[in-house]
């Protein structure tokens, strides 16, 4: 890790930080920690967004996110519209968690991941998005949410495809996001 006065820099594939920044963005939308967390790590690992509207997704806001939680039953199951991707959720006793292959997604292994991933960075990237979150008013951070992960995230070196690739992820990008 990098240090100086304004930024810090650490190198990690865009895996993690994307896993992240959709936690951060959940959070903001009104979604607590540990649902966050497992939509977050649903939102990486999608590899695209189809037929969103047809899927009936719900478009998360503070106000639907509690209505929503009441209606759904133990075990219902719907789709949740995060930074474009159709992120599967179901009921549990502790709350909404976001499916892997059909099955409820542990927060504590999200967190585990993104630990290993960022390091002891993780406190300070993690600041830095919630405040680039908090700048702006949910229903517009909804909409913006992608954009500004690829105004922050990593550049990937020239050639190498996909999330295998590690890249330089900066604070300071993360900071001068902010519309």
Not at 92 to 107: F, M, V
Not at 136 to 154: I, N
Not at 168 to 176: G, M, N, P, Y
């Amino acid at each position: 890790m990098a240090t100086k006065r304004s930024s810090v820099q650490i190198k990690v594939n865009r895996a993690p930080v994307l896993t992240l920044w959709a936690a951060v963005v959940a959070e903001r939308l009104g979604f607590d920690r540990d649902e966050a967390l497992t939509m977050g790590r649903v939102v990486a690992g999608l590899n695209a967004y189809a037929k969103g509207k047809s899927l009936g997704l719900f478009k998360p806001v503070p106000e639907e996110v509690r209505r929503e939680r009441k209606r759904l039953e133990h075990g219902a199951q719907m789709h949740v519209d995060l930074m474009h991707r159709a992120v599967p959720v179901t009921v549990t006793p502790e709350g909404l968690r976001a499916l892997s292959k059909g099955k409820p997604i542990a927060p504590e292994s999200v967190q585990r991941y993104l630990q290993g991933k960022f390091g002891d960075a993780l406190g300070i990237f993690e600041r830095a998005m919630e405040k680039l979150a908090a700048s702006l008013a949910p229903d517009e951070l909804a909409r913006s949410a992608y954009s500004l992960y690829e105004a922050f995230r990593p550049e990937v070196p020239a050639g190498v495809r996909g999330w295998g690739a590690a890249g330089v992820l900066d604070l300071k990008r993360i900071r001068s996001a902010a519309p």
